[in-house]
């Protein structure tokens, strides 16, 4: 099975930027929907960013203009720069497929501070 490992996360102040990857054990090229997902604290996961296989991207309504998803195939790699972070942009990040493989790594952790 294709293990997610996420990194990247830390502290940052409103309006700062960070970037996140998520390095892949197997190839991505043949997942159609590669996506970065965020839990906040005390709520449910949900889909932030999609790439799809074409490089076509989505973004949810809170993050629109302020992240953008990438990924390079060659290193099995997917990123999340986010820029101008808002302290509710705080929560653990995920990346998995879209659907998800139904299981996930241990996330990173953003914390965006006032």
């Known amino acids: 099975q294709v293990q997610l490992v996420e990194s990247g996360g830390g502290l940052v102040q409103a309006g700062g930027s960070l970037r996140l990857s998520c390095a892949a054990s197997?190839?991505?090229?043949?997942?159609?929907?590669m996506a970065w997902y965020r839990q906040p604290p005390g709520k449910q996961r949900d889909v932030v960013a999609i790439i799809t296989s074409g490089g076509g991207t989505h973004y949810a309504e809170s993050v629109r203009g302020r992240f953008t998803i990438s990924r390079d195939n060659a290193k099995n790699t997917l990123y999340l720069y986010m820029d101008s972070l808002k302290p509710e942009d705080t929560a653990i990040y995920y990346c998995?497929?879209?659907?998800?493989?139904?299981?996930w790594g241990q996330g990173t952790q953003v914390t965006v501070s006032s």
């Open positions: 998995n497929s879209l659907p998800n493989l139904g299981t």
């Open positions: 197997g190839s991505i090229v043949g997942i159609p929907h």
